[in-house]
């Protein structure tokens, strides 16, 4: 199997990453694309840049292989400062979206391109070549052109080829973006399988929540050119630092309300509100975390009383919308055998931890 | 429905049906009969008549002309040559046209709308016209010959030789080699480039390693254009060669007007026919190799 090689002198100063990012800035004439991004990442993890399109994700990863030259800021992985130094001489491994195969090239040719141009010798080429061809499951296919085989073999020859040069970092954009429903889901495994067996370092570039949430070690949540959050997963969904956070990873409601002196009107409510926080808030409550009765351990929770206007059954989860004291709520409840859904215009009691309310800042 | 069905097939009369394709190939096909194949039949007939010293065609006929095409070192060296300074054109279109065509193909928007048009342009323009530029150039009392001299170089013969068809034919094949490398950059990626940035080829490896063998078909359809091109030019050779420079187009103009030597100048033609074919050949090998 492969072994990815410490590069560097040795372990990072502690407190720094093995891949550490600086206030790396990129503008376009006037158009913000990344801004100020501050970024450490420890060896061997897969992280996630999640962002909605143009956040800033996929230029912040061509910075860092050095396709695109950062307009201010630093790249440093292993204790190396990578800032201007060239693409090919940065030793990372890219994956694209669009494959990116050499089209006039066959399978082999393609995963040894990159031993060919670091002038490794032709017997370790050849094994070396051999055992990633294997890694991805495609032998057999070694004389085959891109062209003659499916886009998930052709994304796994792109993964070959990039991890065969043991590379210090394996950067992702968007690799399971082109592929349809079922492969996506057999990639993400085979990708997240081969990242952990050879504890490479990689960053996945992704737009959708589900891929970020369920493959990665952590996630970057970015938005116009700012990194929201870097969190683990539960970290993001439980803890969420914005409302953008809050709002991109899972489904919420979200009520705009005033705070005054400590607290803000919802739905008749008081919701109390972090100290110091005046002016527009927004509040916001996963529908799932709303149930029908108390809790039973008594934790103390926010109540109101509602009306169902609207009651969907969708198999695994019943969705209701209520309309309490002016606010309309979504609820999701998980369904289970011999449950009625309750009909239109059913009087209810929504509850909610006061742990699961999360009030923000409104937006200036 | 299933009783139906047997009367609607059985409705239409039976009719021989003609493809759409036929009937619209019946136009072209028939031009090409008019203008190119009975032409070139009546060449090749025209090249077995006997002729007299005077230019008068005998009804007799006659190898004569063939025999002297294939045996006289004249024209088997006016055929070499004809080859040999094409080619030589071909490579100096090719070098010259190659960077323009990149750089067209990575320009956007307005900019390449301007550089399309500046490099069609010269099509626009009778090649009579261009030459005639040319020739105000490359004289020996021309502008480039003017500036060495007061730069206090030696002058050159830049005309009415061999060195003035080729800068001449050069730059008028030009357009054509950059619209075929143009037609040919299709496969051309960007992000194929920066894969192999990312693998650790530098932009010298990526040029060669990448983007020289993914041209190459555009190359070929340019370098089949142009040699023939070239090859059956005949204004540009006439006045940049000054008449010391002997090539087929030029030749056959020579035996068919001043001459009056039909049966050879058609013998001439047909042999432009023959390495057209052998260029076609070795296009489509190229393309199978490097498809």
Redesign the interface.
């Known amino acids: 199997m492969l072994h990815v090689p410490v590069t560097g002198s040795s372990e990072s100063a502690a407190g720094e990453g093995f891949l550490s990012v600086r206030g790396l800035n990129k503008r376009y004439g006037d158009f913000i694309a990344v801004d100020n991004l501050d970024l450490d990442l420890p060896k061997g993890e897969l992280v996630a840049f999640l962002g909605p399109s143009g956040c800033g994700k996929t230029t912040s990863l061509r910075m860092i292989?050095?396709?695109v030259p950062a307009t201010s800021g630093r790249i440093v992985v292993g204790g190396r400062d990578l800032t201007t130094v060239?693409?090919?001489?940065?030793?990372?491994?890219?994956v694209?979206q669009?494959y990116?195969?050499?089209?006039?090239m066959s399978i082999a040719e393609n995963v040894a391109?990159?031993l060919k141009?670091?002038k490794v010798g032709r017997a370790e080429t050849e094994q070396r070549v051999r055992e990633a061809i294997s890694m991805v499951r495609l032998t057999g296919k070694e004389s085959h052109r891109p062209a003659q085989l499916s886009g998930g073999q052709q994304q796994r020859v792109?993964l070959a080829?990039?991890l065969v040069?043991r590379p210090s970092i394996l950067?992702l954009d968007e690799p399971l973006s082109n592929l349809d429903a079922k492969l996506r889901d057999e990639m993400r495994n085979e990708i997240r399988d081969i990242q952990q067996r050879l504890g490479i370092t990689a960053i996945f570039v992704t737009h959708d929540q589900a891929e970020a949430l369920t493959m990665c070690d952590k996630v970057a949540v970015m938005n116009a050119g700012r990194l929201e959050q870097l969190g683990t997963p539960v970290e993001l969904y439980e803890k969420p630092q914005s409302p953008f956070v809050a709002s991109f990873i899972g489904r919420t409601n979200r009520f705009a309300a005033v705070a005054k002196n400590g607290a803000a009107e919802l739905a008749g409510l008081s919701i109390p509100t972090p100290a110091g926080m005046t002016g527009k808030v927004e509040v916001m409550i996963r529908p799932h975390r709303i149930t029908l009765s108390a809790p039973a351990d008594g934790a103390p929770c926010h109540a109101v009383e509602g009306v169902v206007t609207r009651s969907i059954f969708a198999g695994d989860i019943l969705q209701y919308e209520v309309v309490a004291h002016g606010a309309t709520f979504l609820v999701e409840q998980g369904t289970a055998a011999h449950e009625r859904p309750l009909e239109q215009g059913s009087p209810v009691r929504l509850h909610w931890l006061m742990s699961d309310t999360y009030v923000f800042g409104a937006a200036a | 429905m299933t009783a139906i069905a047997p009367t609607l097939e059985a409705a239409p009369a039976r009719r021989v049906k003609i493809p759409l394709a036929v009937i619209l190939l019946i136009p072209i096909t028939l031009i090409n009969l008019i203008g190119f194949v009975a032409p070139v039949i009546n060449l090749l007939s025209f090249s077995f008549r006997e002729v007299q010293a005077t230019g008068a065609m005998t009804g007799g006929s006659s190898i004569a002309s063939w025999v002297a095409i294939v045996t006289d070192p004249f024209y088997i060296e006016l055929l070499v040559n004809s080859i040999l300074t094409s080619l030589l054109i071909v490579v100096l279109t090719l070098v010259c046209s190659f960077p323009i065509a990149l750089l067209l193909h990575r320009t956007t928007g307005f900019a390449r709308t301007v550089l399309l048009f500046v490099v069609i342009t010269p099509l626009l323009t009778s090649a009579v016209v261009r030459t005639y530029g040319w020739i105000a150039l490359l004289l020996d009392g021309g502008v480039i010959n003017s500036l060495l001299s007061l730069a206090g170089l030696p002058t050159l013969k830049l005309i009415f030789n061999s060195t003035g068809v080729v800068i001449g034919l050069t730059e008028i094949l030009m357009p054509y080699m950059i619209l075929s490398l143009l037609a040919g950059f299709r496969r051309l990626d960007p992000r194929v480039e920066e894969a192999a940035l990312t693998l650790g080829a530098n932009p010298f490896q990526t040029f060669w390693r990448i983007i020289v063998p993914l041209t190459l078909p555009g190359v070929a359809l340019g370098s089949l254009l142009c040699f023939v091109l070239a090859v059956s030019s005949f204004i540009t050779p006439k006045l940049l060669g000054g008449g010391r420079v002997f090539l087929l187009a030029t030749e056959i103009y020579d035996q068919a007007m001043v001459t009056l030597n039909w049966p050879l100048a058609s013998t001439l033609a047909i042999m432009i026919l023959i390495v057209f074919g052998g260029a076609l050949f070795l296009y489509l090998r190229a393309l199978r190799a490097i498809a």
């Open positions: 292989a050095g396709l060239e693409p090919y001489r940065r030793d990372m491994g890219l694209f669009s990116a195969l050499f089209p006039h391109f990159g141009m670091r792109a080829r990039a040069i950067l």
